[in-house]
């Protein structure tokens, strides 16, 4: 079965830190991954998007890294901010299917 | 560039109606997708148009359709409406094109609730 999880489920940090964000999938045969950003309420904000030949991509602060052989990503945040608070949520293109399949996502604080 | 476009935002239905919810991709985008949002499920995938013709589609009842017009902008109908689908109901769009490079980018969602 073709399933995304999202490790920690809640993250509450001091403003400043460094963060990771884990992702891991059950299946290698992806096309891509992508990071999302949903604030509360609100749509979701494409972060970062790694095709299944690259290792990473980074933008900003953020930089993402895919792992095909082990079934993983992360998301790395550098001197994390207030404004960095949201849900943030990893999906995986499976080459069988045809869609997105969701993490349950991993909400993130950002305490001042 | 204009993003993606859904309308209206908010919606509020009783059990038994329909409703239709309408998605204006990105300029130049062929494929549209639709997803449900609620905090039990998380997001699941519900159909997928490309060129005016459905090419994917999820696991959900016939109650849920969706159709494409030739400009590409989408709506997605739900008929007989049960008290569970009340969700945000967010539409993705993407070039469609070339999926190892297809980033998908989404609008900020339709929240419908059924009471």
């Known amino acids: 079965k073709q399933e995304v999880t999202q490790i920690p489920a809640a993250l509450s940090v001091p403003e400043g830190e460094n963060l990771v964000l884990n992702c891991s999938f059950t299946d290698s045969a992806i096309y891509n991954l992508q990071w999302f950003r949903q604030d509360p309420g609100k749509g979701l904000t494409s972060l970062l998007l790694i095709q299944s030949s690259q290792r990473e991509q980074t933008s900003g602060r953020l930089n993402a890294s895919l792992d095909k052989s082990s079934g993983r990503s992360t998301l790395y945040i550098a001197a994390s901010q207030p404004g960095d608070s949201a849900t943030y949520l990893c999906a995986v293109f499976y080459n069988q299917g045809g869609k997105l399949i969701f993490g349950q996502g991993t909400e993130l604080s950002v305490k001042p | 560039k204009a993003g993606v476009t859904q309308t209206p935002r908010y919606l509020i239905k009783t059990r038994g109606q329909q409703v239709t919810l309408s998605c204006s991709p990105i300029?130049?985008?062929?494929?549209v997708s639709w997803y449900q949002q609620t905090p039990g499920q998380g997001l699941q995938f519900l159909f997928e148009y490309f060129s005016e013709t459905q090419r994917n589609k999820g696991n959900f009842p016939g109650r849920f359709s969706g159709r494409q017009f030739s400009n590409s902008r989408s709506e997605m109908n739900v008929s007989t409406l049960e008290l569970g689908d009340s969700a945000l109901y967010l539409c993705?769009?993407?070039?469609?094109?070339?999926?190892?490079?297809?980033?998908?980018?989404f609008g900020q969602g339709t929240r419908l609730t059924v009471v």
């Open positions: 300029s130049g985008h062929r494929s």
């Open positions: 993705a769009s993407s070039d469609g094109m070339r999926v190892r490079n297809t980033e998908a980018f």
